[in-house]
Structure formats: C-alpha cells, structure tokens
C-alpha cells in the first residue's frame, strides 16, 4: 500500500476518532472504514473545487451512511474547504457546521442532508437525473459530471433503497456510482442477523454493474472507479472493509459503530498505525498532499468557465440553476383565473389543478412533473410535459412508478441539483409512505410540490384504506411545509402560485375528487390564499354585526356557503372563512388575524378530517363538523351524509352555541 496513501487515509481516521471523542458521541467506525476509498475517490476522480464549492458542473458526492459524517467533514477540512479544525472540534456541538449528521446549508461541500438511511442513495438518483436532464437541454459541454455516493449496509436494507436501485437501473444513469460499504457490521452486531442477500447480484438485477473489491487497497479502488466511470449502466461498488480499521481491540467489530473509541484505544490505535501526532494535528506534508489534492479542480473549473463564457445555453443554464421564475408567467396565471370567474366551472380541485398546471408548465420551463403511477387521477401530466425515458431525456414528465417514497427524495435530488422545479402526485393517504422524504424537503428548505390529491372521504367508494382522515392534521404538524387545501378553481391557481414563489418551502396541495362549485363571483389580482385565510362572505351587516363565523377549507367550503345561507335565512349573520394554509395565516398580523377570526361570535370549523388542531381556531368550546375515526367505503353523498358534515349539522352546531 502505499505510503502517503496509508498517511493520507489515516489523516481522516484519525480527525474522525478524535472529533468524536471530544464530542463523546458519534459514528467513528465507518470513517476509519472508509477513508482508503475516500481519499482515492477525493485525491484521483472527484471532480471539485473548495474555491468555488456552487460550481454547477462539478461531480457531487452523496454520503448516503450520514451517521459517518465525520467522513465528510475530514474531507472538508483536508481539501480545503471553509471548514477549520476549530469546526472539527466543534463536532456535534450547538451552532457548530458540524452537526451530528450532514445538513445541506450548513457548510459547503454537503450536498444534501442525510442520516435517514436510504434517503441518500435516492436523492443521487434525482441527481443523477437532473444532470441527464441538463446536459440534453444544454449540451455536455456545459454540463458533465458524476454523482458518487458512499453507502452502507443499513441504507441499503431501507426499502427506499430498493426504489431508488430499480428507477436508476431502469433509467441507465451510467454516470451515477455507489461505494457501498461491505463491512458487515450494524448496531446490533453482524448483519447476519437480519439480512443474507447478495447485494451485487440484486443490483445487477435491476440494471446495474457491479464490481467486489478490497476498500482497503488503493490500486483496486482506482481500477474499480475507472471501470465504472466507463459503465453504461449506474454501477455499484463492493467496497469490502473493516469497520474501525485501525482500532487494535475494537475495530471490526459493531463497538466502533456509534460511540467514541475511548482515550485508551486511541492511544493504542496511534502505536498501531504509526501516528506520532497528537489530537488534531495533521503533519505539514500530508496536509499539503491533501490540499495539493484539492486544488486539482481549479483547472478543470477554469477550463470550463472559458468554455462556456459565451454559450447561449450556459447562459440559460445558469439563470435556470438559479431558480428564477420567468417574467409573464403570474399575468398569465391571472388571465387564467379571470376567465374561471367568469366560466364558473364545478370541477375536482385535482381537474382544476390539472388544468392551472396547463398554463404554468407552458411558462415555466423548470417545472418538472411526475406521479406514482396516477397521472389520469392526478392530473400532473400536461401537454407541455411529455414523458422522459431512457432514451430521450428531453422530457419533462417523470414515471415513477408505484415508488412514492422513492420518488420524493428523487424530486429532493432534483432540487438539491439545481435547475428544476419538481412536482409529482399520488394519493394524499400516501403522504405516509413519502413522509421521510417530505421531511427533509422541510427541513432542507427546498421548493418540491407535492400533489395530494383523493384528499378526504370524499374519494368515496375506494374506502378508509384510501381516505387520508388524519393527513391533513399530520402535515400540518410538519414545520416549514405550507399544506395548501383550495376550495375552488380560483383558489387552486392562487396555492400553485404560492408553492411556487415560496422557495424555501415545500408545499403539499391537497386536491379533491369530487366536484366543487367555484366560490369567488369576482375576479381578485390579489392571491387572497396567500393570506392563508380570508372571509370569503361576510355576514349580514358586516363584520360588527357578525354572530357566527364558519371556518372551512377545501371541498367543504361549500357546505359552510351552504349552512350560512339557511344560517342568514334565520337572521343569524353568518360569515364564512375559507381557510386554504393555515401555515399562512399563522405569519399574518394579530390583528388581521382578529378581524377574520371575528370577535366574540360563535365559531365552527367544518373539515371532512380529524378535529386535531383546530381548537386554536374555535376555541376548546367552538364546534367543529367532520370526522372522529376512520372512513368507509360507498358513495362520496352518501359518506358525508352518514359522517353528519352537512350543511345541517353545522347549523345545529352554530345555533347550540348562540
């Protein structure tokens, strides 16, 4: 082996054992497992620049086995990177860029957050897509590089993963490679216990290339790396290793997983290895070799700056990677809305989106669509978005297939890469599968569109398995995720703007299957949902006379309208408050708040879901209409009515309380 290699690699064990222990907590073995196929990778292939870490055509890395973050962050500190020894010792401590797991926004280099295993070998696939999606719109010589993911045993047990390997292998991305880490070893000890499948031979099942090697040989590393950069298909690396290397009585073994060494081991691993040095000091010469190492993508960033300096499609590359929506396309989302109000079309909230989606995908290019297998039902295909395959990735429609989870990290992927705005559907009851991608969509701060539609009972006849009665209240719960539940045409348009113009905020659309009236009688330029809430109809004699305030959203918006007419029919002046983004309505004025709140009148929410949330609103003593279980199966007038959300019971509600 060879010896500034070996000193090299032990110059991350080492950072990554001591940082951990400092910290006393963390994942020291799989850094010191993997720091022979990480410095090969980071020292011979990768194609990066530490001075310029936003350059687009650079190759990303993925460390998918987030636990190891150490890894990365040695990495970092070694090649040259904003990251200081004093961020390594700063590891897992509050307000320090080196958090117990990578967190995308955090520090330059982490491409994306993980620690959710599986969730990073899934985002590389949305990656990896996204740079197919690139170089066909703009050509390879403005975009080129490669997605290299470091995986281990538990990412790859995650059924996640499995979506994530079949949609790659189906769609060739030859030019995204996984290093998985065959150490054997989980928390509970030899993975034997839980898994015995052959890992190359599932991934070639499903498409790819796959090669064994020893992960601590450097020479069969490069060998492996090469081979695979040559692939047609998207290859897997077997990377055989010992967990802890280095570690004289603990290494090999699931003791170096998830806890610091110990003082005493340390001291024994630097006899054993020959590192004379004490904690954190990395000699001159091997952080020369490293940065020397570094330094090498400045050439093939300045080679690709002067290239592209005067290219037409770099220049349109560059303005789509940077997530600016182009002029036009609200004067036409409004152009859309006026002819609405003057249609005063009854349609499902999923038609009217299908049909908002007609208008935004034909001016906003960046948008790309997709589903789980449910374009009919979700309407997200449009006729600006034909499908991609594997043979043309010109296409700006995705089939995912039957992979929701799956297709939320790829959609993350997308995003994380830069240059497109992804939205794709499903069923909102499968929000539950997706919900560890929308998570991090959340927490990652990025512009994906989820599509939910079959929102309540109102599905019908497909039954409780698919009436999604406590989503609503389940995303709601999620910070920094705009759940957008439109109660008309009108109010469709006005969420997809607001998912769209939020760039820091994902956005679930809760859509329905059923056909609702359109409420507004009058065209607004204003995005009255952006307030997240507003009064629709004001009661008889205006505010300072209101007695009752009916709070809905979505499809019961109508069976409030409903219960106010018999309500106002009664001299009791009722006003009904469409509620689309509660999220919304929280970052508005108390007193915008106060005035469409009302004061002092009786208040009911009506919502064909779970009360859960709702008494911020009404009040412990306030009525609410909808559901306290589950759902059943039979006709969507038929649900409601045995349900008791009708017009009726919310003005027995009402007048119980005046």
């Not at 560059?318 to 600016?324: D, N, S, T």
């Not at 939020?502 to 359109?518: C, E, Y």
């Not at 007038?637 to 027995?652: D, K, Q």
Request: proline share 4%; with cysteine; hydrophobic share 40%.
């Amino acid at each position: 082996m060879n010896t500034t290699h070996t000193q090299m690699a032990n110059a991350i064990r080492f950072l990554s054992a001591d940082a951990v222990q400092t910290a006393k907590s963390g994942h020291p073995g799989m850094p010191m497992g993997m720091a022979d196929v990480a410095t090969v990778l980071f020292t011979k292939f990768l194609k990066y620049d530490p001075k310029a870490p936003k350059w687009h055509n650079r190759d990303r890395f993925v460390l998918s086995a987030g636990h190891g973050s150490m890894l990365i962050y040695s990495l970092l500190y070694l090649t040259g990177y904003k990251c200081s020894l004093n961020d390594i010792k700063s590891f897992r401590q509050l307000g320090a860029k080196t958090a117990g797991h990578p967190e995308f926004g955090h520090i330059d280099g982490v491409e994306t957050t993980t620690g959710p295993l599986g969730q990073g070998i899934t985002m590389s696939v949305g990656m990896a897509l996204s740079e197919k999606m690139m170089a066909t719109r703009y050509g390879d010589k403005v975009i080129d590089h490669h997605t290299y993911v470091i995986a281990g045993d538990g990412c790859l047990m995650e059924g996640i993963s499995q979506e994530a390997i079949s949609l790659a292998g189906h769609l060739k991305l030859n030019k995204m490679i996984v290093l998985w880490d065959d150490n054997e070893i989980s928390i509970d000890g030899n993975t034997n216990l839980a898994t015995s499948d052959d890992q190359c031979a599932r991934f070639e099942a499903s498409g790819w290339d796959s090669q064994k090697i020893d992960g601590h040989d450097p020479a069969a590393i490069s060998k492996a790396i090469a081979k695979a950069k040559k692939s047609k298909k998207p290859s897997l690396i077997a990377c055989k290793t010992i967990i802890g290397l280095g570690a004289p009585t603990k290494g090999g073994t699931h003791h170096t997983h998830g806890a610091p060494l110990g003082e005493d081991e340390i001291q024994k691993m630097r006899k054993a290895l020959n590192w004379e040095y004490p904690a954190y000091l990395i000699p001159k010469d091997i952080l020369i070799a490293w940065r020397t190492a570094g330094a090498r993508g400045a050439a093939d960033r300045a080679a690709w700056e002067k290239r592209t300096k005067r290219m037409k499609s770099a220049e349109e590359m560059k303005k789509m990677a940077a997530g600016k929506l182009p002029a036009g396309w609200i004067a036409k989302l409004n152009s859309f809305k006026k002819k609405m109000v003057s249609e005063q079309p009854n349609l499902a909230t999923r038609q009217a989106s299908g049909k908002v989606l007609e208008v935004l995908t034909s001016a906003i290019p960046a948008l790309i669509g997709g589903s789980a297998d449910l374009s009919g039902s979700v309407n997200t295909m449009t006729s600006s978005t034909k499908s991609l395959t594997n043979k043309d990735f010109s296409g700006r429609y995705i089939h995912y297939g039957v992979r929701e989870h799956g297709m939320g990290a790829v959609m993350n992927g997308l995003t994380l890469h830069g240059g497109f705005i992804p939205y794709s559907g499903t069923f909102a009851v499968f929000a539950d599968y997706m919900k560890g991608a929308m998570r991090l969509s959340a927490l990652m701060a990025q512009r994906v569109v989820y599509v939910l539609t079959h929102d309540s009972i109102g599905l019908g006849e497909d039954g409780p398995t698919h009436q999604p009665v406590e989503t609503l209240p389940m995303l709601r719960a999620l910070p920094n995720f705009n759940v957008l539940r439109p109660c008309d045409i009108i109010e469709t348009a006005e969420c997809w703007q607001i998912a769209l113009e939020n760039k820091s905020t994902p956005s679930g659309m809760m859509l329905s299957r059923q056909g609702v009236p359109t409420q507004r009688k009058t065209h607004n330029k204003r995005n009255m949902s952006a307030y997240g809430a507003y009064v629709l109809l004001e009661g008889k004699g205006g505010a300072a006379k209101r007695q009752v305030t009916l709070l809905a959203t979505g499809s019961e918006v109508d069976i409030a309208v409903e219960a106010r007419s018999i309500l106002q029919k009664d001299s009791v002046s009722t006003a009904v408050v469409s509620m689309p983004c509660w999220e919304l309505f929280e970052t508005q004025s108390k007193a915008y708040q106060a005035k469409v709140l009302g004061k002092d009148t009786v208040k009911v929410g009506v919502e064909a879901a779970l009360r859960f949330g709702w008494d911020k609103y009404l009040g412990s003593d306030g009525g609410f209409v909808g559901m306290n279980g589950f759902g059943a199966s039979a006709p969507a007038p038929a649900l409601y009515e045995h349900f008791g959300i009708t017009a009726a019971n919310v003005v027995a509600e009402a007048k119980a309380r005046l």
